[in-house]
């Protein structure tokens, strides 16, 4: 069945609390993980990085399509999609907490599998949440502009909820640390454990929930697991998708994990760091409406293009910054902001496109395997930045807590502006190309509705 559905805005707003939470410990990751290993634990970063990047490519590396598979083919009296909303939720949060909490002083093997074995466990319950919240957007509607539409409301408590993991963090585990007398291993196991609590909340409320059912009726995919996970790379615009995702995602988590070693080291700015984040966070925030609006003029991947240039152009400046306190930061911060604004709302509201591209091709409806890939391509690039963030401290001399040499500094420079910077302008031609337009994506709709019709 076919439905040009309207949601409701209150509707899209429910639908978009889960994400507050799991944007949040995202964020809380993205931005954090990796200090906390080398800055509160004193893991070296080499290992730290390796660790995260060996987890990606063992169990991670297939988790994501299999789940994606397994929510496809699920058949329960909530659906296929919310059961793993309403039961993976606590282990979720347990399993972040447990992330945060390792003890200090480990010999480097059993630091390394320490990192591994905790991260697997939590990205088990995160892959069967996220494969299947982020599958329900396009089983929702079918309407072109309606997706972006509740992928942009999604993305606004995306959002609030990364701002808030980006934000509040280092303040909640300096509050703890320095008010309460926690040690600061303890304070931020705490953080861990607050985060895993407000994403499990969210995740619940959204799962339990009656309202989000799926108005598109077609049958899974039959074909065995692992051959339905890589057929999805013979749909040709979504093989574009996730080279473009990939390019994206390394990008973007190195810009977001060394934020904290250019503003503290870089620029000695490290009061600000929050305010920082706040402005950078904010701005996106403030800007996904705008990116929208723009996307129902030029389309969704120009609009993308634009976004990503403007986002490149603030990290060349930044790039350039001499090794002191300059208000140049928050003018950066800001102009990332908007350009990072299409980060948030054009994948998002590009990929249930993709879905329906491989429904005319395939006569089957694969959300799920689709879903999946592009988060296990997602996480296995960002595991790869991070080890590259870890790679590169490690071999620029980075010393955590110390003044910093003349190459350490170059070393974060690069890894937070360069590196970011060129590998968004590879992008940028290949998301004025996309296939998929407004148009492409009418003759899609039009010709499933025959298809439709006259089966």
């Not at 439905?3 to 410990?25: E, H, T, Y």
């Not at 703890?176 to 304070?187: M, Y």
């Not at 908007?338 to 054009?346: A, I, L, M």
């Not at 689709?370 to 080890?387: D, E, I, N, Q, R």
């Amino acid at each position: 069945m076919m439905s040009d559905v309207k949601l409701s805005f209150g509707s899209k707003i429910k639908f978009g609390i889960a994400d507050f939470g799991l944007s949040a410990i995202t964020s809380c990751i993205q931005f954090f993980m990796l200090f906390y290993y080398t800055d509160v634990l004193k893991i070296n970063p080499g290992i730290a990085g390796t660790a995260m990047l060996v987890g990606k490519l063992s169990w991670d590396l297939i988790n994501d399509g299999l789940f994606g598979y397994l929510c496809d083919r699920t058949k329960s009296k909530w659906g296929r999609r919310r059961p793993y909303l309403m039961f993976c939720s606590i282990p979720l949060a347990l399993s972040f907490w447990l992330m945060f909490s390792l003890p200090g002083g480990m010999k480097p093997v059993l630091a390394f599998f320490a990192i591994f074995l905790t991260a697997m466990v939590f990205d088990t319950f995160h892959t069967l949440i996220t494969t299947s919240y982020y599958a329900m957007t396009a089983e929702m509607t079918t309407d072109y502009d309606e997706r972006t539409s509740i992928a942009t409301y999604r993305m606004v408590f995306n959002v609030i909820g990364y701002i808030f993991g980006a934000a509040i963090t280092t303040v909640i585990a300096s509050t703890i640390h320095k008010q309460f007398g926690f040690s600061l291993r303890s304070a931020w196991s705490l953080v861990g454990l607050i985060f895993g609590i407000i994403a499990a909340i969210s995740v619940m409320l959204v799962g339990f929930s009656s309202k989000f059912k799926s108005v598109v009726n077609s049958a899974p995919s039959e074909m065995p697991a692992l051959k339905s996970v890589f057929s999805t790379l013979k749909n040709k615009p979504f093989s574009k998708f996730l080279i473009i995702a990939a390019i994206m995602s390394v990008a973007f988590t190195l810009v977001t994990t060394m934020l904290p070693y250019y503003i503290i080291y870089q620029v000695d700015m490290e009061s600000t760091l929050s305010i920082i984040m706040l402005l950078l966070l904010g701005t996106l925030g403030l800007f996904l409406v705008p990116c929208k609006m723009v996307t129902d003029r030029i389309g969704k991947g120009k609009t993308y293009a634009l976004g990503i240039g403007i986002a490149s152009l603030a990290l060349l400046v930044a790039f350039f910054l001499p090794n002191r306190e300059t208000v140049i930061v928050f003018v950066i911060a800001v102009i990332a902001g908007v350009g990072f604004s299409s980060q948030w709302v054009c994948p998002h509201s590009m990929m249930p496109d993709v879905v329906e591209y491989d429904e005319l091709l395939t006569g089957k409806r694969r959300e799920g395997v689709y879903y999946g890939m592009w988060g296990m391509v997602s996480k296995v690039t960002a595991a790869l930045a991070m080890a590259i963030s870890g790679w590169g401290l490690e071999i620029s001399g980075y010393v955590e807590g110390a003044q910093q040499t003349e190459t350490a500094l170059l070393g974060i420079r690069m890894l937070f502006a360069i590196i970011p910077f060129v590998l968004l302008a590879i992008c940028i031609p290949l998301l004025i190309k996309y296939p998929i337009t407004r148009e492409t994506h009418a003759e899609v709709t039009r010709a499933l509705k025959a298809k439709r019709k006259e089966s």
